[in-house]
């Protein structure tokens, strides 16, 4: 739990932090290079999943389901509900800003292929390899 916490805290704050940079270098009037240029983050946790801060927030209340699981010794309980809820609304929310940010970035679209949404690429290829 707290690891995750700690993930989405970090994601939030490099996010903030490039925010502030990028604008402070348009009001100034300098030139934007790299990923200011670019528009978007991504750098840091950026580089490793498009949307670190929403993964680990998703990744917070599947934690909180699982102590749910066992303080009751029951792996469905009334918990499950408020888990199912909260990933549906970061996976709604996390597609719908990524219409949004392709639409107002263009180099956004190499990025959406190069970095998954919400799991890191690591993750993705030993589990297809465990599938297979």
Do not use: C, H
Request: charged fraction near 20%.
């Amino acid at each position: 739990f707290l690891l995750f916490v700690v993930i989405e805290s970090i994601a939030d704050n490099q996010q903030y932090a490039f925010q502030i940079e990028k604008y402070r270098l348009k009001d100034k009037g300098e030139p934007l290079a790299g990923e200011y240029a670019d528009g978007f983050k991504q750098s840091g946790l950026f580089a490793f999943v498009r949307k670190p801060n929403y993964a680990a927030e998703q990744a917070i209340w599947v934690t909180f389901y699982l102590f749910s699981i066992a303080a009751t010794g029951n792996l469905w309980n009334w918990s499950a509900i408020g888990m199912i809820l909260l990933i549906l609304l970061f996976q709604m929310s996390g597609w719908f800003t990524e219409l949004l940010t392709l639409s107002k970035y263009p180099k956004y679209a190499e990025y959406m292929k190069r970095v998954p949404l919400f799991l890191p690429n690591s993750f993705l290829s030993s589990t297809k390899k465990k599938v297979q």
